[in-house]
């Protein structure tokens, strides 16, 4: 990627945390709400499996609400610890009592860890985002945290992230490591980019005579 491509994607990153600062508090409750009740109504959605996901802070879409749901349902979900050095272990939500004040202001775990290749072992990632394309090409805030820990997902796991209304747009600029998502959730639902896709099938049943 040229130095103009990524001048332009820092641009890019401004304007869409100005935009997220002019939203209303109703704006992040309403996509928190419909996140939740979205993803849970999904029949690929695990009733009590591993869940990946993230504490949101400030202006993000909210993922409390999701996350309380899961954890309540029987769900084991993991939420990121930010090593140094820019890999994301993975710790266990067990209630918000669970959760510690660490660094950029964000709430962490402090429950058993799983390592940075916990993505490998989860049924879903729901992963935070400035902007997603509707090929999946995600804008995140230029660390690289969440491309790294998405390379160890496996084929079956699906990345889904939750989006501000206008969030979802025609096409932005992708570099080799970046990860495309799978799908999206906005205030208006789910946006599911290849339904083809092998995330969305039952993994092989280990042993399974072929047909």
Do not use: N
Not at 6 to 30: P, S
Not at 49 to 74: K, M, N
Not at 127 to 138: F, I, Y
Request: net charge negative; hydrophobic share 40%; glycine share 10%.
């Amino acid at each position: 990627m040229s130095d103009l491509d990524r001048a332009g994607k820092r641009q890019l990153r401004r304007q869409f945390l100005e935009e997220r600062r002019a939203l209303e508090e109703a704006a992040h409750v309403r996509t928190g709400e419909v996140l939740r009740d979205t993803l849970r109504a999904q029949p690929w959605m695990p009733a009590a499996g591993t869940v990946a996901c993230y504490w949101s802070i400030g202006e993000e879409p909210d993922t409390h609400r999701l996350v309380t749901a899961l954890w309540e349902h029987g769900a084991t979900v993991l939420l990121p610890v930010f090593l140094p050095g820019g890999e994301l272990d993975w710790a266990a939500y067990e209630g918000p009592e669970s959760l510690a004040e660490a660094r950029y202001g964000l709430l962490e775990p402090t429950g058993r860890r799983y390592g940075v290749e916990a993505p490998a072992r989860v049924d879903l990632v729901v992963c935070p985002a400035l902007a997603v394309d509707r090929s999946g090409v995600r804008l995140g805030r230029g660390a690289g945290c969440y491309d790294r820990s998405l390379s160890h997902k496996g084929p079956h796991t699906p990345v889904v992230v939750p989006l501000h209304e206008g969030e979802l747009v025609a096409d932005l600029p992708a570099e080799e490591h970046d990860v495309p998502v799978d799908a999206v959730v906005t205030p208006a639902g789910l946006r599911v980019f290849d339904p083809g896709s092998p995330v969305w099938q039952a993994p092989p049943v280990p042993g399974a005579a072929r047909s």
